[in-house]
C-alpha cells in the first residue's frame, strides 16, 4: 500500500478503480464464455455482422485471455492494449454493416474508456507514466 500511496493513489480511487474493472471483466468474461455457448443470440449476431460462426471459438478465447490478462495486476496494462484492439475491431464490425451509432457502433468505445479509467484509478505505474496536472 505504501507504494501506491507514494505516487498519489487515494484509497476512494483505488476502490473505485476496481469496482470499475470488475464490472469490465465481469462483462468482458461474459460475454467471451457465450461466444464459446453459442446461444441463439450470439449466433443472430454473427449471422447479422457477417461473421463466421467457425470463428465464435477463437474470439471467445482471444477475448478471454485477454480480459484474463487485464484482471491479473502484473500483466492489466497489456490486458488493456489488447481489449483496447479488440474493441476497435468491434466499432469497425458496427461500422461495416450500418448498426445504429449511440447503442452499437460506440458501446465498444464506452467501455473502452471505463476499462482504461478503472485502471488509471487502480494503477500506480499508469498514473506515473501519464500524469494530469491539477
Do not use: C
Not at 468474461?29 to 463466421?52: M, Q, R, T
Not at 492489466?76 to 492494449?81: F, T
Request: charged letters at 10%; glycine letters at 10%.
Amino acid at each position: 500500500m505504501a507504494y501506491t500511496q507514494a505516487v498519489g493513489v487515494s484509497k476512494g480511487a483505488l476502490w473505485t478503480g476496481r469496482v470499475l474493472s470488475g464490472l469490465i471483466i465481469a462483462f468482458l468474461a461474459f460475454d467471451a464464455v457465450l461466444k464459446l455457448v453459442k446461444p441463439v443470440p450470439v449466433v443472430e449476431a454473427f449471422n447479422h455482422l457477417g461473421l463466421p460462426m467457425t470463428e465464435a471459438n477463437t474470439i471467445g478465447v482471444l477475448l478471454g485471455l485477454s480480459t484474463l490478462l487485464y484482471a491479473i495486476p502484473q500483466t492489466s496494462i497489456l490486458g488493456a492494449i489488447l481489449l483496447t484492439g479488440y474493441l476497435g475491431g468491434a466499432v469497425q464490425t458496427h461500422l461495416r454493416v450500418g448498426d445504429p451509432l449511440a447503442s452499437h457502433e460506440l458501446f465498444p468505445v464506452y467501455m473502452g474508456v471505463v476499462l482504461w479509467l478503472a485502471l488509471y484509478l487502480r494503477e500506480p505505474r499508469l498514473k506515473a507514466l501519464v500524469p494530469f496536472r491539477k
